[in-house]
């Protein structure tokens, strides 16, 4: 490994507590670097895409692109949609640990000519069934090629590279998206224009050309200047080579439609003869539900023995405003409502409860490690105030408290937590969240490399 993947690991060993194993490069593009890391828990293969936050503030609209591509990865888990386990980030960096999918680029097994019409129907079917999910949680990919569908050790198809997509909140008034984004060979007609188009029906005339690759190995709309190209691509003039089958010529025509109101929708894509050719009239491969929950948070919640693990992305955001990249994401959790302790949990829980009874509060332990405490006399024009306190596992002898308002006015519980509870916790409180915590912070990390 070079240098800067030894530098890229090890700080990564202080971020996450040594979870993950750092290795060699898989890719890059202007903004970031994927590596291939190991979780050091269960040996499991991930790739670690790794952004330098220097660069994207250089480039206007970048922060933003970000924050909507982990908004859609936490929206889209799919089997054939690349998935996000978790984001981490330090002072310098952000970091996406992905899914690994060794199979490298389905633009790799075209690159030497078509596909059986048997496999060409099997991947199309795949990226058909992760494009429907998408659109059904209302995420347009807007960059669907070959060069985006990944293969993993199965065999199958994984969509990737969500950072130009979109989400229902850009559509402008007119119900439409505006942007003009995508890659030119399959970008659609109406993307070229000025008035507006809808993502999923752009998305359709991707998936469009992809099949035409697939079956021909070679673009539907391709010319040496690409406003010839484009001429093409507007009118949707291409040719149909003669070992097309009459099914695959039928949907083709169906897909590659310049107008997108005549444009095949995706529901009737899936009922083609084509596509249900060898399925016995089932759905080879069923959308699945959305996910109720993040698995991992499930898995613990039924165990119980241990505080529920705590993200190092999380800790970092709750532990220094230096570090602070939650409004990247979420909402900014306000200043003095999180800390951090090396006391057990079951102290920690128990310290919480004692003090919420001593300021006058009903404390009830909805869980081992999390407690919700209302207050006995009602105050204040939205009623009684609640508070809910969860212990988090961060390493042996590491714990982080969350505290939140579950009713009552933002006022009372900005007081309560500034002013209330932190005399009675004062002794087993490590730091709060928002103070300047910069030696603190070098003793965590000196704490995570023991």
Known sequence: MGKEV????????????????????????????????????????????????????????????????????RLVRHPNVVGLREVMATKSRIFFVMEYVPGGELFARVADGPLPEDQARRYFRQLISAVHFCHGRGVSHRDLKPENLLLDHNGDLKVSDFGLSALPEQLRQDGLLHTQCGSPAYVAPEV????????????????????????????PFQDENLVRMYRKVLKAEYRIPPWFSGDACRLLSNLLVADPEKRISIPAIMQHPWLKKGTHHKDPNPVPPPPLAEPAAVEEEQKQATPRFYNAFELISSLSSGFDLSSLFENRRPPGTAFTSRFPASAIVDRLEKVGRSLGFRVERTKPYKVKMEKEEEEGWKGRLGVAAEVFEVAAGVAVVELSKTSGETSEYTKFCEDDIRPGLEDIVWAWQGEDVGGTTNTVDGQRQQ
């Open 6 to 73: 030894e530098d890229v690991s090890g700080e990564m060993r202080n971020l996450v507590l040594g979870k993950y194993e750092m290795g060699r490069l898989l890719g890059k593009g202007t903004f970031a670097k994927v590596y291939y890391g190991r979780d050091l828990r269960t040996g499991e293969s991930v790739a670690i895409k790794v952004i330098h936050k220097d660069k994207i503030r250089r480039e206007a609209g970048m922060m933003e692109q970000i924050k909507r591509e982990i908004s859609v990865l």
């Open 192 to 219: 070229l224009g000025r008035r507006g188009y809808d993502g999923a029906k752009a998305d359709v005339w991707s998936c469009g050309v992809i099949l035409y690759v697939l079956l021909a190995g070679f673009l």
